[in-house]
């Protein structure tokens, strides 16, 4: 019955936005998010254009979620996330989130299937600009933003302390494969004084390649260990993030590797409307295996809030990768054999929240 209940409220509700909002009561909530740009990009690898080079517009993310809250306790989330990247060949589609949540107190909370992770998700909050890039973890992809499992989080001591725990499959929410074991990622948060927050965090499994049967066993654990301090106020956000990993791409080789890198930002806003921020992003992803090859990216920008839940940016990126070899990363890969890989993009971001 309360599946019938959840699935009856969100069609009702999603009908609510187009027919007659009154029909929406306040058990279901349909909400949305899109990150869209208007761009320019130039980059090229050991000097040859890439085929991403031009300008175009891209929906970067676009999430629509339902919730249904059955009561004090239970209630249930589902979220889909789809993107079209100019250059693609098709827009993909998936479930980002699906989950069901029972709130037993501010101390714990349990939810059961895809939900957010530990770590991204609360770096997100401090850093706020997702919408112009990822943090660094996610940009580098060396963390997720969700995945499928058990998650537990709270807070307590008034809210200055708070925790995250995950026990997952460990390949991200866009994999649903069974692994023959479980990862974990945890997150400590304190904050001792408003606006200020100290965090530290870890990750250990197999990253979903523990599979039985397969023909590239695991030769290796992922681990990660990370940590971020962030101030934020009304018109101020400062703060920094640093991250060091182990085989995260070198579970089914043979041969070890170690990664690390570090991320400051600061966003400051003049008024309610107008902003400045910037962000600078040094990593090493290959530091036993190729040691020389880097990736510096930093982006600077002004910000415009148009209205309330639309944020417009005007925004440059840059990134550099040298040292022989490539990295993969949230705007391509880039790096070669020769000068290495190089990404300029100028344009327009922005954000819609409903």
């Known amino acids: ?62 999430y629509v979620g339902v919730t249904h809250t059955f009561d004090e306790v239970w209630s249930a989330n589902v979220t889909s996330d789809f993107n079209y990247i100019s250059n693609d060949s098709e827009t993909q589609v998936y479930i980002k989130k699906a989950y069901l949540q029972a709130k037993l107190s501010d101390a714990l909370t349990g939810r059961l299937g895809s939900a957010d992770m530990p770590w991204i998700p609360s770096v997100e909050e401090q850093y706020g600009f997702r919408y112009i890039e990822p943090t660094i973890t996610d940009r580098l992809k060396f963390a ?41 990622e ?66 089914v080789t043979v041969a070890s590797d170690k990664a690390d890198g570090a991320s400051v930002w600061a966003s400051y806003n003049f008024t309610p409307a107008w902003g400045v921020f910037a962000r600078a992003d040094n990593a090493r992803t290959s530091k036993d295996l190729n040691p020389d090859l880097k990736d510096e990216y930093y982006h600077a920008g002004v910000a415009f809030r148009a209205r309330k839940n639309v944020d417009l940016a005007f925004v440059y990126k840059h990134e550099r990768v040298t040292g022989g070899g490539f990295v993969n990363t949230a705007n391509g890969t880039f790096g070669g054999t020769g000068e290495g890989g190089k990404y300029d993009e100028i344009g327009v971001w922005g954000q819609m929240s409903f």
């Open 1 to 62: 019955m309360r599946i019938r209940s959840f699935i009856t409220g969100a069609l009702t509700c999603v009908g609510a936005l187009v027919a007659t909002p009154a029909l929406c009561d306040e058990a279901t909530v349909v909400s949305g998010k899109v990150f869209a740009d208007l761009t320019n990009i130039d980059a090229s690898n050991d000097g040859t254009d890439l085929a991403t080079n031009g300008t175009g517009v891209d929906v970067k993310r676009f």
């Open 144 to 184: 997720s933003s969700a995945d499928w499992g058990v998650h537990g989080f709270g807070k307590f001591a008034d809210g200055k302390v708070s925790y995250g725990v995950s026990v997952v499959n460990g390949a991200g929410y866009k994999n649903t494969n069974r692994s023959q074991s479980m990862d974990v």
């Open 186 to 251: 945890a997150r400590l948060s304190f904050m001792p004084i408003k606006g200020l927050t100290f965090m530290v965090g870890g990750y250990n499994g197999k990253l979903g390649k523990d599979i039985a049967g397969t023909a590239t066993p695991p030769q290796h654990t992922a681990t990660r260990l990370g940590a971020m301090v962030g101030y934020v106020t009304s018109s101020l956000r400062v703060g920094a993030e640093y991250f060091q990993a182990d085989n995260w791409n070198n579970v």
